[in-house]
């Protein structure tokens, strides 16, 4: 189906250890994201890209750098990992930013940073 | 930055039953969106309301645009097992959406 697909599911780090999480689209959306969600804090932004060529900076970027590497995709990397950054990513794409139409979610990757 | 206050945090119900819950924050927003997470899944939309006072169906659901532009609420008629998840509200303001820490609904069969 088409949609928002991110890789991989599940992830376990040991503290310090660096990894990137991908995402792609293929919706032919301009506007892509990457959250966090944190039990009892709901989905906090982390960074977002506008449209191809741009990104910027969300509620919680600290710890993180992105990549929109064309239109589709959409990486989140983790340098030096902490056991803060345990929690499950979510990235969204949406054609535009802003959008009135809300975004579209994959399903998520599990990290767990011990 | 924007916050929103969803409430409540967590509910049981028992099948058959009509559940509300509802956002408010002290900022406005020009859009609010309501989506539903199943467990192990993103967040998928349920219903979006675009203008103050709008209200809006989606089958047995039921949400409206508060007329200050600050608050929005959602309604389940009837509820079933499989309304069972965390249900999110989301405001955007400029090019983001900011979202509610979620409502936790268990459905008891």
């Known amino acids: 189906n088409a949609g928002v697909t991110q890789t991989p599911k599940f992830q376990v780090l040991k503290t310090g250890q660096s990894m990137t999480l991908q995402c792609a689209q293929d919706?032919?959306?301009?506007?892509m994201y990457w959250y966090r969600q944190d039990p009892g804090m709901g989905l906090r932004l982390i960074y977002y890209?506008?449209?191809?060529?741009?990104?910027d900076k969300g509620e919680v970027p600290n710890g993180y750098n992105v990549s929109r590497l064309n239109k589709r995709e959409f990486s989140l990397r983790l340098e030096s990992a902490a056991p803060s950054q345990t929690s499950v990513y979510f990235c969204?794409?949406?054609?535009?930013?802003?959008?009135?139409?809300?975004?579209?979610f994959g399903s998520g990757t599990r990290l767990t940073v011990v | 930055g924007q916050q929103l206050n969803q409430s409540p945090q967590s509910m049981f119900i028992q099948e058959g039953e009509d559940v509300s819950m509802n956002c408010t924050s002290s900022?406005?927003?020009?859009?609010w969106l309501w989506y539903k997470q199943d467990p192990g899944e993103g967040p998928v939309l349920l219903i979006a309301?675009?203008?103050?006072?709008e209200l809006t169906s989606n089958g047995r659901l039921t949400a409206q645009f508060g007329i200050t532009r600050k608050d929005s609420f959602l309604n389940i008629s009837a509820s079933i097992p499989s309304d069972v998840g965390i249900y999110f509200c989301?405001?955007?303001?400029?090019?983001?959406?900011?979202f509610g820490a979620g409502t936790i609904l268990r459905v008891k069969s």
């Open positions: 309301l675009y203008k103050a006072g």
């Open positions: 989301a405001g955007q303001y400029g090019n983001k959406l900011v």
């Open positions: 900022s406005i927003f020009n859009t």
């Open positions: 919706m032919n959306h301009n506007s």
């Open positions: 890209s506008a449209s191809e060529g741009t990104t």
């Open positions: 969204a794409s949406s054609m535009t930013a802003p959008t009135a139409y809300g975004y579209t």
